[in-house]
């Protein structure tokens, strides 16, 4: 399936906000990479930046490769591609390695380096921030030229958050779940994410 296929499905649509240059972008967000929609769209008020995410059905969501996000399937996605000198799209991951890590891919190497350090400070130890592309899967890295987070001039930063960060473990639910206030992993990762959005 194409992006454009996708959004033709229904109950698909784009969610879309401009700001500053620097983008903060969900594409698997909803039902398809739980929380990211919601740690996005709330860093990206936090730090005044742009925001895109995709909403999709939560009985059948559909999981698209980042490399087929290609902004001649959407005006919408490309007025933000366009926008943005930099982003950051936020992503999670459920692979056997080790959950409790933090991957931060991207072929802004400067900006990953930001964020990790800012992530350091702000996460608690039991998560492990890892910028050092040689330790991130290949798969994940998110180095590719046609992955929507190196469109921008200045590319960007892959974030892959562990399902540890995006669970409610008081409430044993994902933490976008209705009716409950963000987890104190949600508030720490959305902090970081908007303190590098504001200072780029």
Not at 39 to 44: E, G, P, Q, T, Y
Not at 94 to 109: E, P, S
Not at 121 to 142: A, C, H, N, Q, T
Request: net charge negative; proline share 8%.
């Amino acid at each position: 399936m194409t992006f454009a296929e996708l959004l033709e499905q229904p109950g698909v649509d784009e969610e879309f906000v401009l700001r500053s240059r620097f983008g903060i972008l969900a594409f698997h967000g909803g039902p398809v990479e739980r929380v990211t929609s919601m740690i996005a769209r709330m860093a990206a008020e936090r730090a005044g930046a742009s925001f895109y995410t995709i909403n999709q059905p939560a009985d059948r969501p559909l999981h698209l490769p980042s490399t087929r996000f290609r902004p001649d399937d959407s005006a919408n996605f490309a007025g933000v591609i366009d926008h943005c000198e930099a982003v950051c799209t936020v992503h999670g991951y459920g692979r056997d390695m080790d959950k409790q890590w933090i991957l931060l891919g991207g072929q802004n190497r400067a900006l990953a380096s930001a964020l990790g350090d800012a992530l350091r400070e702000s996460v608690r130890p039991k998560y492990r921030v890892v910028d050092d592309l040689d330790e991130i899967p290949k798969e994940l890295r998110g180095v590719h030229a046609s992955n929507p987070v190196n469109l921008p001039p200045k590319q960007g930063v892959q974030m892959e958050l562990p399902p540890g960060v995006r669970w409610n473990w008081k409430a044993g639910s994902w933490a976008d779940a209705p009716g409950l206030e963000p987890t104190l992993d949600v508030l720490d990762v959305v902090g970081a994410l908007a303190s590098v959005a504001s200072e780029y």
